[in-house]
């Protein structure tokens, strides 16, 4: 099996708190994982691509001072929000690649967290 | 270059009708076409996935066929199924880079 898990599953925060959201693959290994955002009815945007023990590369126009990444097990990877605004509510979408296996292509994807900041 | 385009933005079909969903690209480079299904407020799910080197993969009821030459792929969804109401995303990449995905179908299969 190839299952990826987030937590939480939802959260709602207040203004200027950070808040920490984990993606763990359950069952493989994972060198590189990745960070998504993801607006109602849009597709999905890659924020960032995590590799275990290295830093994060950060897509164009995501701040890496306020979303950051943290890749330090083959198994997890967090992003944590901070000084979190309204405009950071989303739903946001982690996935892993395998380290090893017939595909190096294939991304499996966790369940997603939304996050509300009110 | 980048960019992966995809129609319909929207598709309704009855239960047991086929279902067809097209997608574009540009980036010759690109070697990896997968399709994934995704619910609402649930991760997206990958459905089926295939290479350039083939024109047609089919997994069950659902089948991708892929133009080269023309740079299109597509999905097809046999005898969908409202239970397979949902948002549908094609990609794209090539080794070592990031997935570039389509804008998504939205997919209603009436009873």
């Known amino acids: 099996g190839a299952v990826v898990s987030q937590h939480p599953s939802w959260v709602i925060c207040k203004s200027g708190t950070s808040v920490k959201i984990e993606c763990r693959s359950l069952d493989f290994q994972a060198t590189t994982m990745f960070w998504y955002r993801q607006f109602p009815k849009q597709s999905l945007m890659l924020m960032a691509t995590s590799n275990e023990g290295s830093k994060a590369t950060y897509e164009q126009g995501v701040e890496k001072d306020k979303f950051l990444i943290n890749h330090a097990s083959l198994t997890l990877s967090t992003l944590t929000v901070t000084s979190a605004h309204p405009e950071d509510s989303s739903f946001y979408i982690c996935?892993?690649?395998?380290?090893?296996?017939?595909?190096?292509?294939?991304?499996?994807f966790g369940p997603g967290t939304r996050l509300t900041v009110t | 270059q980048q960019q992966v385009k995809q129609s319909p933005q929207s598709l309704i079909v009855q239960k047991g009708g086929i279902s067809i969903i097209n997608c574009a690209y540009e980036n010759t480079a690109f070697d990896y076409f997968p399709w994934y299904q995704q619910f609402p407020g649930k991760g997206p799910a990958l459905l089926i996935a295939i290479r350039p080197d083939v024109s047609e993969k089919k997994e069950g009821r659902f089948t991708i066929s892929f133009n080269k030459s023309a740079k299109q792929f597509s999905l097809h969804i046999m005898d969908s199924q409202p239970g397979e109401s949902a948002t549908y995303f094609c990609a794209a990449n090539n080794y070592g880079q990031n997935f570039v995905f389509g804008p998504g179908t939205r997919l209603s299969v009436l009873p």
């Open positions: 996935s892993a690649r395998k380290t090893k296996g017939t595909s190096h292509y294939e991304q499996y």
